[in-house]
């Protein structure tokens, strides 16, 4: 089983409507969530990031994540075309505050 | 605020030859990280350095690869007798602390 899991898409929504990326990861302990933004040929660009059970709301993203079920999810409401990238989810495992743990990502594509 | 820098963007090596990628993290950031991202795959965590000292190479291959981060000047990821197993996207990341990382532009490394 991979650390951390996402489907690879491609996700395609309309522009306007919600796109919702998922992401499971296996370690329990596991402490903080991030969600990264990477257009094609680019750098992974940092838009969230979640500590605690919940929702956590920034702009049109919000990040969702619930422990006990070891699953974060990204809702991106009124999506637009440039929202078009893969979106990667990553964990830090609970033995280092610092490394990264990548899921292979989720492409996303919003028609106009 | 310069973001995270790092040359060359692209690097054309041929087997056997050494590769040197660089990497000079955001003003004020003292941690650097380096990933690798093989084609269609996610990031891969390598190395954890400080100011001259190496916090974490458990994800560096054994051989050929060495990373360091001197007192002055950027961090350097050295890749002797490249083979073409080593072409991918390196990716280096800084924070100023144990915390979120960002993430420089890559440099695409090509063995021919």
């Known amino acids: 089983q991979k650390e951390v899991e996402q489907n690879s898409g491609p996700l395609s929504v309309p522009e306007g409507a919600i796109a919702s990326l998922n992401c499971t990861y296996s370690d329990r302990g596991s402490q903080s969530f991030f969600w990264y933004r990477q257009y094609s040929g680019k750098s992974p660009e940092l838009i969230m990031s979640i500590y605690s059970n919940g929702d ?57 | 605020n310069a973001g995270v820098m790092q040359n060359p963007r692209h690097l054309v090596r041929r087997r056997g030859q050494e590769a040197r990628l660089r990497c000079s993290p955001m003003k004020g950031h003292s941690h650097v990280y380096w990933y690798r991202q093989l084609p269609e795959e996610g990031l891969k965590f390598m190395v954890y350095l400080q100011k001259e000292n190496i916090i974490d190479e458990s994800g560096m291959p054994k051989e050929r690869f060495s990373a360091e981060f001197p007192k002055e ?27 979120e990382a960002f993430f420089g532009q890559g440099t695409r490394l090509t063995v021919v």
């Open chain 2, 73 to 99: 000047g950027p961090s350097i990821l050295r890749i002797q007798q490249v083979v073409r197993g080593d072409s991918a996207a390196y990716f280096c990341a800084s924070s100023p602390a144990r915390t």
């Open chain 1, 56 to 112: 956590k709301e920034d702009g049109r993203f919000t990040a969702q994540l619930n422990k006990a079920s070891q699953y974060v999810s990204l809702l991106i409401r009124d999506s637009q075309p440039s929202d078009s990238a893969t979106y990667l989810c990553a964990v830090n495992p609970p033995d280092s505050s610092y490394k990264l743990i990548f899921g292979s990502g989720t492409r996303l594509l919003v028609r106009p």
